[in-house]
């Protein structure tokens, strides 16, 4: 097996690294101390926001943890809005992890108030170097918080939740480091796919057009150039020039194939291919990528390997590159193939 971690250390880690978000500290609260003794004997609870969170979680917890996610498949983070039910499950727990970066836009103040009342509320993005962290030029401010989109990134964050785990948990911290190396090594063989399929696009194609600015991880990691029509957040709206210029990229470089995200809505990306049409150039929907969600529980592209496999598979194919139709581990269940509009 490939050890990822020193990359990952490379890649992602500088000297001085903040150890900890408010929450995740060594002392605990009375709560967090009574939860923790009690997870010797039975399951405690986890809640995590995101699909992709909820996942790396499970598989580092085994089952010793009981994982509740809060969003479900096709659920934008950007937008959500959290429910009583949902402070209720937050109120109930453990430990809670979030993506952080802002990702969880309108639930940020409720998430960082959580330590207060008693769980402990970690960003699994909380150890990543400042310099890694990408910003947009529309917005100075915001952080752009879609790391998963570069695999060796998301593996670093599941060494943090192994290391969250271990602390809240000491007798079973050596199985959590266990899990979380074992992990990793899939995660390095998925990385070594999405470079190699990507690369095997034509370079005069290798362009990625998307609905919204949810790639730039992708982008970076696995050198293919990306364009959206909104920026790195969902809750903003794009202008007719925001439209035209996009539609200017396209036909200048003769791009193929433009994508839609299962959590966005694809009205902006219908008007693109419109434009398109009218300037004579005929675009296809090379299909449909995870960006902010994974796929339905159950299904194979509801697991993150799943979701970036599946993203990969379906750019490369579509933009001219060489993909097996099932992807990676062959258990691909969306057909790859590009679509019409």
Known sequence: MRRVG??????????GLTTTLAGCGSSDSPAQSASRESSTSGRYRVVATTGMVADIVQKVA??????VGLMGSGVDPHLYKPTSSDI??????????????????RMDTTLKSLSSRGPRACAVTEEIAPDYILHSAQFAEHPDPHVWGDVRAWSACTGYVAKVLADFDPPHADEYR?????????????DDYVRNVIASI???????????????????????????????TT???AGVDDI???????????????FVETSVNSRNMEAVIEGAARRDWTLHVGGNLFSDAMGAPGTYEGTYIGMLDHNATVI?????????ERGLNGKLTVDATPSSP
């Open 6 to 15: 020193v990359n990952v250390l490379e890649l992602l880690y500088a000297v």
């Open 88 to 105: 209720t499950k937050l109120g109930q727990a453990d430990v809670v992890f979030y993506s952080g970066l802002m990702l969880e836009g």
């Open 235 to 237: 809750d903003s709206e």
């Open 316 to 324: 490369a194919r579509a933009l001219g590159g060489t993909a097996p």
């Open 244 to 258: 035209n210029h996009l539609v200017d990229f396209l036909v200048e470089h003769r791009i193929p194939a433009v």
């Open 202 to 232: 034509p370079e005069s194609q290798r362009f990625l057009v998307t609905a919204h600015d949810a790639f730039e991880y992708f982008s970076k990691a696995y050198a293919i150039p990306v364009n959206s029509v909104l920026g790195i």
């Open 178 to 190: 266990r899990n979380a190396e074992i992990y990793q090594g899939e995660l390095a063989r998925l």
């Open 62 to 67: 085994g089952d010793h943890a009981e994982v």
